[in-house]
């Protein structure tokens, strides 16, 4: 069964703001094996579990035509409302239910979303749409993350982590599809032209607030809210104030970078 963690407008707005589109590395190598694979660049692109849209706009700075889907209402509204070129359009619906043709679509991705798909009825949908010699791409980034500014990276990287793992007591069991990195998925794809790599480092441009709003954006964080709305907010609190202090800086607008290991599924039918 899928599990539905992103529904709220107010954590949807959240998303847009704080979550990152797919790094230069992570994109370079799916571009790389698209063009390894494939003599024709694809037609129909369609981004599945789409959020409010980070990785559908990457796509459709390089594909003609790119559908991102959701089951989200407030995320595929994020996503409309956001700027975006004519070449990309949005539709609310389940990963399991895709409203595209058999053997239509020429390349199908998802960016960090998979892990909430059933898997099972997922893998039979990809390989009913994509066509014959079509491809797909299944990355997530991990909780491996760490955080450098200056010459207090270290001390730095701990209070993220510190924060990170009060969290991680909160998540759904599905993110244990993130921490065997995506191994489970992987298996499960029906192609058998496939490979999965667990090694793809990149470094995300951020600001303090913005590594701050990411911590707000996670699906630990939104139950943590409910559970404890004051330790919650004071969690994020004392985590800005911890980083600003280590850095020795005032402005929440100082940049940082932020490093993440992602895992990416690639498969050609």
């Given at each position: 069964?899928?599990?539905?963690?992103?529904?709220?407008?107010?954590?949807?707005?959240?998303?847009?703001?704080?979550?990152?589109?797919?790094?230069?590395?992570?994109?370079?190598?799916?571009?790389?094996?698209?063009?390894?694979?494939?003599?024709?660049?694809?037609?129909?692109v369609v981004d599945v579990g789409c959020g409010s849209g980070q990785g559908t706009r990457f796509l459709a700075e390089h594909f003609k035509k790119v559908v991102g889907t959701d089951i989200s209402?407030?995320?595929?509204?994020?996503?409309?409302?956001?700027?975006?070129?004519?070449?990309?359009?949005?539709?609310?619906?389940?990963?399991?239910?895709?409203?595209?043709?058999?053997?239509?679509?020429?390349?199908?991705?998802?960016?960090?979303?998979?892990?909430?798909?059933?898997?099972?009825?997922?893998?039979?949908?990809?390989?009913?749409?994509?066509?014959?010699?079509?491809?797909?791409?299944?990355?997530?980034?991990?909780?491996?993350?760490?955080?450098?500014?200056?010459?207090?990276?270290?001390?730095?990287?701990?209070?993220?982590?510190?924060?990170?793992?009060?969290?991680?007591?909160?998540?759904?069991?599905?993110?244990?599809?993130?921490?065997?990195?995506?191994?489970?998925?992987?298996?499960?794809?029906?192609?058998?032209?496939?490979?999965?790599?667990?090694?793809?480092?990149?470094?995300?441009?951020?600001?303090?607030?913005?590594?701050?709003?990411?911590?707000?954006?996670?699906?630990?964080?939104?139950?943590?809210?409910?559970?404890?709305?004051?330790?919650?907010?004071?969690?994020?609190?004392?985590?800005?104030?911890?980083?600003?202090?280590?850095?020795?800086?005032?402005?929440?607008?100082?940049?940082?970078?932020?490093?993440?290991?992602?895992?990416?599924?690639?498969?050609?039918?």
């Amino acid at each position: 069964m899928a599990a539905q963690m992103f529904e709220g407008k107010g954590h949807a707005a959240v998303y847009q703001k704080y979550r990152f589109a797919p790094g230069k590395e992570l994109q370079q190598i799916i571009l790389a094996y698209l063009q390894e694979k494939r003599a024709n660049p694809p037609e129909l692109v369609v981004d599945v579990g789409c959020g409010s849209g980070q990785g559908t706009r990457f796509l459709a700075e390089h594909f003609k035509k790119v559908v991102g889907t959701d089951i989200s209402e407030a995320q595929i509204q994020e996503a409309r409302d956001a700027p975006s070129t004519p070449n990309v359009s949005y539709l609310v619906c389940p990963a399991e239910e895709l409203p595209f043709e058999d053997t239509s679509v020429d390349f199908l991705t998802s960016f960090t979303a998979a892990h909430w798909f059933d898997i099972e009825k997922f893998m039979k949908e990809a390989n009913r749409v994509v066509k014959p010699g079509g491809c797909v791409a299944i990355s997530t980034y991990t909780v491996d993350m760490s955080l450098r500014y200056g010459n207090c990276s270290d001390k730095l990287t701990k209070v993220f982590r510190e924060a990170w793992d009060l969290l991680l007591k909160y998540s759904h069991n599905r993110i244990k599809h993130v921490m065997d990195n995506y191994k489970e998925i992987f298996e499960a794809l029906p192609f058998p032209d496939k490979k999965r790599i667990t090694d793809i480092f990149d470094k995300i441009p951020m600001t303090v607030a913005g590594v701050v709003g990411y911590l707000e954006s996670v699906s630990p964080y939104q139950v943590y809210m409910k559970n404890d709305p004051e330790a919650a907010k004071s969690l994020l609190q004392e985590t800005e104030k911890r980083m600003l202090e280590t850095m020795g800086v005032s402005s929440r607008e100082t940049p940082v970078e932020f490093w993440v290991r992602h895992v990416c599924v690639l498969g050609c039918k």
